[in-house]
């Protein structure tokens, strides 16, 4: 009865994605996509899916580097495949699913990691994801502010003054409340789930612990963190790319906020990859501070984005899984239950430096 309600809810899943896109392209009426398509022309979609392939490999080396401060080596092309397959079922599922297969398919091909550490190097990669995050959209504000640019949109140069000092005190108490205040967080999840809550006492332990290891390898830390700011870059410029190419020249920093944003629109559980809720909550955004433009418009750069990573993202998971012989319905996702003391050992304790 379980494996039908799972089969079920996969269906589900994927009926309603196929269609909220054909709803969003109704809405948006395809002669727009077809003649956007027109202008970026060939040599635009390879430029896209170029940009676009360079993320991933930044990606890669990011998550391998993060992996080297805990001591640990790992395969340049396994990590490679397995942003392929999380992402993958990140665009057609609710939420971040595909962080938890990568977690699985990375411990079940590197033996030597396991799956503490699996966990570990994940969180600690959304962890800095989240900083650097705040700080190129504090960043982006402070530069539309200074630039005046609020001479274009019905918003008061204030308002950018304001978004930025919520987003800072908001980061700096989910921060205080994860490394001070956990046994008050594992408290309220669980009021709401027992499992949950045990789930997250696993996550939040392996995670801090895994933290305080990665800080003493300062060396490697810098590396991340530069690799995060070229990841994201290059993540963004696809959109700015979209947008220049067919005849939007819009404030690049405009885009790279819009960007962000529904970067966080994805990771909410509303629908599966985001569809429709993140190309709203983007467009609405590029029109206010552009509102001369036709929303219809904005939202079908936003639709065409969406769809040619879908399509980039579906041949890059299935050539990974294929690869590697990965069968994500066989998968088992071990890292639900509570660890063992040995396995938080693994992560919190000393090991051997890497052999150059």
């Known amino acids: 009865m379980y494996m039908m309600n799972v089969k079920a809810k996969r269906i589900v899943i994927g009926i309603s994605t196929i269609i909220l896109i054909i709803i969003m392209i109704i809405l948006i009426d395809i002669r727009i996509i077809l003649e956007y398509l027109m202008k970026i022309s060939f040599y635009g979609l390879i430029l ?3 940009i676009y392939t360079i993320a991933f490999i930044f990606r890669t080396y ?4 993060i992996f080297q401060g805990l001591n640990l080596d790992s395969s340049f092309l396994t990590l490679y495949c397995a942003f392929g397959i999380g992402w993958s079922i990140n665009e057609i599922t609710p939420s971040k699913l595909g962080d938890l297969v990568r977690i699985e398919f990375i411990n079940e091909k590197e033996k030597n990691i396991g799956l503490s550490n699996s966990i570990c190097g994940i969180a600690i990669e959304r962890f800095i994801d989240l900083i650097i995050l705040m700080i190129i959209t504090c960043f982006a504000l402070l530069y539309l502010y200074i630039s005046n640019i609020g001479g274009n949109t019905i918003l008061n140069l204030h308002f950018y003054v304001i978004l930025g000092i919520i987003l800072v005190i908001g980061g700096l108490i989910a921060l205080i409340f994860l490394v001070f205040k956990t046994d008050l967080i594992l408290t309220i999840l669980g009021k709401i789930s027992l499992n949950l809550r045990n789930k997250a006492e696993s996550f939040i332990m392996q995670f801090l612990g895994g933290l305080k290891k990665f800080r003493r390898n300062k060396k490697k830390m810098i590396y991340v963190f530069i690799l995060s700011i070229l990841t994201w870059f290059f993540e963004t410029l696809t959109l700015v790319i979209l947008f220049y190419f067919t005849g939007y020249e819009i404030n690049i920093f405009i885009i790279i906020f819009a960007q962000i944003v529904i970067f966080f629109t994805k990771t909410f559980p509303i629908t ?50 294929i690869s590697f012989n990965f069968k994500i319905k066989e998968m088992k996702l071990k890292y639900i239950k509570d660890f063992e003391i040995d396995e938080y050992n693994e992560v919190t304790s000393e090991t051997e430096p890497l052999k150059k």
């Not at 990011?62 to 580097?65: A, C, E, Q, T």
């Not at 990859?273 to 029109?287: D, H, M, Q, T, Y």
């Open 48 to 50: 896209f899916f170029l």
């Open 62 to 65: 990011r998550l391998k580097m």
């Open 272 to 321: 599966p990859g985001g569809w429709i809720i993140s190309e709203n909550v983007g467009a609405l955004l590029i029109l206010l501070f552009y509102p001369s433009i036709k929303y219809n418009s904005i939202l079908a750069i936003f639709f065409l984005d969406h769809l040619l990573r879908l399509l980039y993202v579906l041949v890059y998971g299935i050539i990974s899984a």
